[in-house]
C-alpha cells in the first residue's frame, strides 16, 4: 500500500452547481487512484470520465453504493449483482466450503473412481 497525501472537498450544491467550500490534506495509508474532478448536474447527475469507467469496468445500467463519510465527503463504490439463481454460491458458508475443497485439492485429498457406483461403495464404507 502507498501512502499519498490527498486533497479532501467538501462541496455543497448550489444554483446547479458544485462550489468548494472547504479544502484540507491528509495522509491516506491505501492504493491511490488516480483523482477526477466530475460535476453534479441538473437532475442530480454526474458523468464518470471514461477511464474511470473503463478501469472499474462500469457499464450502462452498473449499480454503485453512495456512501456519505462522517466529513461529508461523498464515496462511490461499484456493486456487481448475482443472478438470484447463483446467490447462493456466494454466500458465506458455501465460500467458506470452496476454500475448504480447494485445500483439500492442493495437499492431494482428493479420490478418483471409475464409475458412480464405485464413488457409492466408498460412501458406504
Known amino acids: 500500500m502507498n501512502v499519498a497525501d490527498l486533497e479532501l ?11 468548494i467550500y472547504e479544502t484540507r490534506t491528509f ?7 488516480n483523482e477526477r474532478r466530475v460535476t453534479l448536474r441538473r437532475n442530480a447527475r454526474i458523468t464518470l ?21 462522517e466529513d461529508e465527503d461523498i464515496v462511490l463504490r461499484r456493486r456487481r449483482l448475482v443472478d438470484a439463481s447463483q446467490a447462493y454460491f456466494w454466500s458465506d ?16 485429498r482428493t479420490k478418483k473412481f471409475r464409475s458412480a457406483k464405485d464413488l457409492i461403495a466408498d460412501i458406504d464404507r
Not at 472537498?9 to 462550489?19: M, N
Not at 458455501?94 to 492431494?108: L, P, T, V, Y
Open 49 to 69: 470520465p471514461v477511464d474511470v469507467r473503463e478501469r472499474v469496468h462500469a457499464e450502462e445500467g452498473g449499480v454503485f453504493i453512495a456512501e456519505v463519510t
Open 27 to 33: 495522509a491516506y495509508n491505501g492504493r491511490v487512484a
Open 9 to 19: 472537498r467538501r462541496a455543497t450544491h448550489e444554483g446547479g452547481g458544485l462550489r
Open 93 to 108: 458458508a458455501w465460500q467458506k466450503g470452496e476454500r475448504e475443497a480447494q485445500a483439500d485439492i492442493r495437499a492431494g
